[in-house]
């Protein structure tokens, strides 16, 4: 048995990166080019987001890797 992740994980995970990325890109743009209080806190809350995107993804990934594990070795 392999402990490779599956193709679903995989796709999970770039698609979890994709959209994190263009969260932070355009956060930073708005921060960065636009004035405004409101252009700022929509700046924030999309930097903000792509945080909580990065995070989760690695708490998915050690999830991921605990489940095969697990998988491979059921009685410890």
Same mark, same amino acid.
């Given at each position: 048995?392999?402990?490779?992740p599956?193709?679903?994980?995989?796709?999970?995970?770039a698609?979890?990166?994709? %959209?994190a990325?263009v969260? %932070?890109v355009?956060?930073i743009?708005l921060?960065l080019?636009?004035? $405004?209080?409101?252009?700022?806190?929509?700046g924030?809350? %999309?930097?903000? %987001?792509?945080?909580?995107?990065?995070?989760?993804?690695?708490f998915?990934?050690? $999830?991921?890797?605990?489940?095969?594990?697990?998988a491979?070795?059921?009685?410890?």
């Amino acid at each position: 048995m392999t402990n490779a992740p599956s193709s679903r994980e995989r796709r999970t995970t770039a698609v979890v990166v994709a %959209l994190a990325l263009v969260s %932070l890109v355009a956060g930073i743009a708005l921060l960065l080019a636009v004035d $405004g209080v409101g252009a700022m806190v929509t700046g924030i809350v %999309l930097v903000g %987001l792509a945080g909580i995107a990065f995070v989760s993804l690695a708490f998915l990934l050690v $999830g991921q890797g605990e489940d095969r594990d697990r998988a491979h070795h059921p009685h410890g």
